[in-house]
């Protein structure tokens, strides 16, 4: 595909198959799971791909997300859109949840607030976004995570509550 | 671009250079504005494109998008990825906001808090998600989004400070 | 009880042993119980009356709450403690809640989130705070309150989420 | 004053008239103001001992209060009730803030995000809650608070943005 006027841009991105990335996830607990998607022996579900965001660490309630900013993630003024600081937030935590969680056992998240603290460009880059269990309860659990800039400072906060099932 | 394997998609986009977005936002209060991007006589932002959400509604204190779930916004459990619900929330709140604002004016979002309710696959859509300005002062503003599927389920709710600039 | 320097003020209240409220809420819907502490035949919990606040009206989805503002309310700088406009908003938010459960059902708070809009002085009342049911689930359920002034001016607003149990 | 009947209980207590508080704030930063209070030198305000809480440790970005929770802090199934759990945290997190301001710098609360994690019965003292300074930038603030129980457990999380005045 072929941009013909000049304020005219485009992408072309591609995934796999989510439900390949779902069957992965059935039989292990979810730190394995978590590891080996950061290995690539996992395919990283569609979302990553569409949002250009990857795993790049991987603990035991600790996971970190990274993304390089670009104009693709922009809102109207101009600099990434507040969903996708979101979306990673949102990631980190709950991914942060996953690898606490036994195999045979998944969550969903409840909520997610998150506090814009300072806006992001392309040159911004490379973001890092940490996400961090607070409290690890049985039936819920609460995670935090922080977005720090390619220079440390911090952009944005959340927290988000998970259910956790059997 | 051609997927060689059965099990990656692929997808391609364009959008427009956001410079043009934020130029046509400058000399022209927040409803006229966000009408004529509704119109199409404005540029949506990049973030629309990548997300494939549209503005559907403008009215002052008011603002309605829509979205068609599909795979590429999924998350690894096969269903459409909190952060793109948090975009939509977002979006709406804020926007509503944006819509109350006279020429000259600016706003930025101080924070965003997402409960998600109930989850949304590829047969969910259309989805409808309505900001709503719940306060309107003069150096902050709140604002509620409510996200409804296909057949008027609430699946999502948020509710969003805005500070405001002269 | 006599205050002996003129800048020292002092109060006494009083308030009934909780375990009466908690065996009557124990047999009935939660609608019942809460029309029966509205209308005085149920003893409100003590919280109502260290801090002053009473159930104005009870629906199913719908609790209201009022206060008057007091000095035994205020905070360093003069004025209501967010703490109380907390209170009153998660008392209002829960209760419209509990007023949707049957009997032998009961539910617990999971998180409250507020934002303060204006703030409350001793000129500001009678202060109302109306709780109403966003989302009703099996499991979960979502509110959201907001808090006027005695003017009617819109104060402060929270959201809500419960759990449910059997 | 006499509690005639034995499922009536009373209490009685005094505070000091909060414009001297004020009036302490005024010329000071905030640390040399908060540390006076939590020395004594300066009266803390009514809402303390409204709800029996006290301001234990203060430090630059740190303030710790504690609570002994009681009978008159219960909700109507017998715990210390939400608002009470909240009323901490936010004052955690607004001196927090507070202890970082300049002297003739004020500051408001925006908002408050609490989860609720454990209940509080009156076994459950002594409870702590710290307030910590998240980020501190010209206009706005952020800072999150954590109330532990008498052992150490994690019973409640608070986030809160406030914004800075000259």
């Given at each position: 595909m072929t941009a013909t006027r000049p304020d005219l841009r485009d992408r072309a991105y591609s995934w796999h198959d989510p439900q390949l990335t779902a069957a992965a996830a059935r039989?292990?607990?979810?730190?394995?799971?978590?590891?080996?998607?950061a290995a690539g022996e996992v395919p990283a579900p569609p979302i990553t791909a569409t949002l250009g965001f990857t795993v790049l660490e991987v603990d035991a309630g600790r996971v970190v997300f990274g993304l390089e900013p670009a104009e693709y993630h922009f809102n109207p003024i101009g600099s990434v859109h507040g969903g996708v600081i979101a979306t990673l937030l949102g990631s980190a935590a709950g991914c942060?949840?996953?690898s606490t969680?036994?195999?045979?056992?998944?969550?969903?998240s409840l909520d997610l607030s998150v506090k814009f603290l300072r806006g992001l460009g392309t040159d911004s880059g490379p973001v890092r976004c940490e996400g961090l269990v607070v409290h690890r309860g049985n039936r819920t659990a609460l995670a935090e995570a922080r977005l720090h800039d390619g220079t440390g400072r911090l952009c944005a906060h959340a927290t988000s509550s998970c259910m956790i099932f059997s």
């Open positions: 039989d292990v607990d979810g730190l394995t799971f978590l590891r080996r998607m942060a949840v996953h969680l036994p195999a045979g056992t998944a969550y969903t």
